[in-house]
């Protein structure tokens, strides 16, 4: 079903992982403290690369071409009325940094990359990141001019949030 989907709908997949984001776009870079310890963070990368996280900020998975994210595996989530087709163009697997960028396909109302991820620092604290590069291509974001970098950060803050309690899930028992 997935076999032969179209490219990605901006130049440069992966400029997420890049110290400079690319210009001629809004760009976002939010990082919260979640959780701390070994078992915190290996919940909340469980939560990320399995699309719960999205589930819990409240999207609704519509497809995706595997059940983990993975290069190549493609995923469309609705949020009300829309969709949102991204495919995965990397992931990052350290021992003590996880996560993963995807960036926008034809029919997204953006076009651009988003990175989530997960780190244990060195003294057990759990911290998710949520960074991106984009512009509006359809009408509706365009027409929301400047709220729709609120919208945006905003919807970074729900992506964190359910990491956090993905990362929570299970303490104490």
């Known amino acids: ?16 992982r890049d110290t400079a984001l690319p210009a001629g776009y809004d760009h976002l870079d939010v990082e919260r403290r979640i959780g701390h310890g070994r078992a ?4 909340a990368v469980e939560g990320l690369f399995t699309w719960r ?11 995706v071409s595997a059940a983990r994210a993975a290069p190549g595996v493609v995923v469309v989530v609705r949020l009300g009325p829309v969709r949102i087709p991204c495919r995965v163009v990397y992931t990052v697997d350290e021992p003590d940094h996880r996560g993963f960028g995807y960036g926008s396909l034809p029919g ?10 997960v ?7 759990v911290r998710a990141r949520v960074r991106a590069f984009s512009r509006p291509v ?3 974001p365009r027409l929301g001019g400047p709220v729709t970098p609120v ?3 905003l919807a970074a803050r729900r992506y964190l949030g359910a990491l956090r309690g993905l ?3 299970g303490e104490g028992g």
Request: glycine share 14%; net charge neutral; proline share 7%.
């Open 108 to 117: 997204h109302p953006f076009s651009g990359e988003e990175l989530f991820a």
């Open 138 to 140: 359809t009408l509706l």
């Open 40 to 43: 915190a963070f290996e919940r």
């Open 1 to 16: 079903m997935f076999m032969g989907a179209p490219g990605p709908t901006y130049d440069g997949p992966g400029a997420t």
């Open 119 to 125: 780190r244990l620092t060195g003294d057990g604290e």
């Open 167 to 169: 990362a929570r899930d």
């Open 53 to 63: 996280m999205h589930q819990r900020a409240g999207l609704r998975l519509v497809r």
């Open 151 to 153: 919208v945006q950060r």
